[in-house]
């Protein structure tokens, strides 16, 4: 079973910058990748980033050159740094654990509660 608790949210002007961070705790068999999801206000949740064994990491067109995803193994904690923030990057911020099947992530852990980033113009 696995737990996951992010953190790092907040109220930002748009231009500033945020790092989200996700503790995970306990493991999963199978999986040997973690991504980020975010869900703006009245719309479904999205895939913004993943990073995969070897730090192989991709990223939604829209946060491309602007948002980060790590890890450090040793702390069991997986991090989005948001650069250049906009309106739109506002909504509740996910962690997963997961694996790819091919080009594709599926999270195989649970949902956290997420951490809210709201941006203002």
């Known amino acids: 079973q696995v737990q996951l608790m992010e953190s790092g949210g907040g109220l930002v002007q748009a231009g500033e910058s945020l790092t989200l961070s996700c503790e995970v705790s306990?493991?999963?068999?199978?999986?040997?990748?973690a991504g980020w999801y975010r869900q703006p206000p009245g719309k479904q949740r999205e895939l913004v980033a993943t990073i995969a064994a070897g730090d192989r990491t991709d990223y939604a067109d829209s946060v491309k050159g602007r948002f980060s995803i790590s890890e450090d193994a040793f702390k069991n904690t997986v991090y989005l740094k948001m650069n250049s923030l906009k309106p739109g990057d506002t909504g509740v911020y996910y962690c997963?654990?997961?694996?790819?099947?091919?080009?594709?992530?599926?999270?195989?852990?649970?949902w956290g509660q997420g951490t809210q980033v709201t941006v203002s113009s």
């Open positions: 997963t654990i997961g694996t790819f099947v091919g080009t594709t992530y599926y999270p195989m852990s649970g």
């Open positions: 306990g493991t999963i068999s199978y999986t040997n990748a």
